[in-house]
């Protein structure tokens, strides 16, 4: 009898443990991530930009409502949000309350799929399917049915009301009191390819003359955005979505991206190449997950402090 079963016993309480290490502690484990980025023109003082990505909030995560809270003592010079704040139609107050902190610094945002809508109850295997296909979201797949419509329209009141810039499929600028002249940063931002909402024509043109410097802003780092933005001579593109991965395999990586980016750039900071031109990539493995699948292994939830210097 111990010989029938202590094998898949043994394995049982090696998962149990996995469940319990990945949901009660990893995904709770908040850390931030610094980043140098050579990206900005010779000469220009250094911008500390905090992007904060996928907070993905369900009521009641007062751990991560007070770690958020607590980023305003990094001081940004300005803040970027690229999207799913939400995983619970209840959690626009405690978005917004967790953020209040941040929001009293110049920021900007672009809403993700999660904001939008609820997320439902999904085999995780599905998304290694979708890799294998070709299919994420709504590019490739049916509209889900019978979805949750969560009240984005708040959310994006409290954003607007704080002065941070709605860049859904848009452009706009951000002044900076920094210097005896101010620093003008120009900001061109997509609304979420993952559900097919990107729509770049409206914002073609490439970087703002008349910024001291210009980045694009998306949710999904899909490769279709990161082309326009790249070949329209973009230096830098912030990104978040992939989680990082979320569930990945020490001292291999991801498995996923939940969408068409490659696994080696499911976080952090890397380069996107079309048209000719080059870019830098950061794509935030955000500090948040899906309510329904609260786990993160072998990747922590973590907000992201660029540094960008003047390019060598």
């Known amino acids: 009898m111990r010989a029938r079963y202590g094998v898949p016993l043994s394995i049982a ?12 502690f990893e995904a709770r484990s908040y850390r931030l991530r610094r980043v140098t980025v050579p990206v900005l ?9 905090l992007q904060v990505s996928d907070i993905h909030m369900v009521s009641g995560q007062r751990k991560k409502q007070r770690w958020l809270r ?7 010079d300005f803040v970027i949000n690229t999207g799913d704040n939400l995983s619970d139609p209840e959690g626009v107050p405690e978005v917004l309350d967790a953020l209040g902190p941040l929001l009293e610094f110049p920021g900007a945002y ?21 890799k294998v296909r070709g299919q994420h979201g709504l590019n490739g797949n049916p509209p889900a049915v019978g979805v949750v419509h969560n009240p984005w329209e708040r959310l994006r ?8 810039l709605d860049l859904t499929n848009t452009r706009g600028t951000l ?3 920094i210097g005896p002249t101010g620093v003008t940063i120009g900001l061109t931002g997509l609304d979420d390819p993952h559900i097919k909402r990107d729509r770049y024509a409206e914002v073609a043109g490439g970087p703002d003359p008349s ?12 490769l279709r955005a990161l082309d326009a933005f790249t070949e329209d001579g973009y230096p830098l593109v912030l990104a978040g979505h992939t989680h990082g991965g979320q569930l990945c395999i020490p001292f291999y990586g991801a498995l996923v991206t939940n969408c068409d980016l490659d696994t080696d750039r499911v976080k952090g900071l890397s380069t996107h190449t079309a048209g000719g031109r080059t870019a830098h ?5 955000g500090c948040g997950t899906s309510r329904y699948t609260p786990v993160r292994f072998a990747c922590p939830p973590e907000v992201s402090l660029l540094t960008l210097v003047p390019a060598s």
């Open 110 to 130: 672009v809403f993700g799929s999660n904001d939008y809508y609820g997320p439902t109850l999904r085999n995780p295997g599905r998304y290694l399917v979708e």
């Open 13 to 24: 309480a090696v998962g149990a443990a996995g469940l319990l290490y990945s949901a009660g």
């Open 41 to 49: 023109p010779r000469g220009m003082r250094p911008l500390r930009v």
């Open 157 to 164: 009141d409290g954003f607007d009301e704080a002065g941070w």
């Open 211 to 222: 910024a001291d410097f210009s980045m694009g802003l998306v949710h999904a780092p899909y």
């Open 70 to 76: 607590s980023l305003a003592g990094l001081r940004p």
């Open 175 to 177: 002044k900076l009191p």
């Open 281 to 285: 990539l950061h794509v935030s493995a």
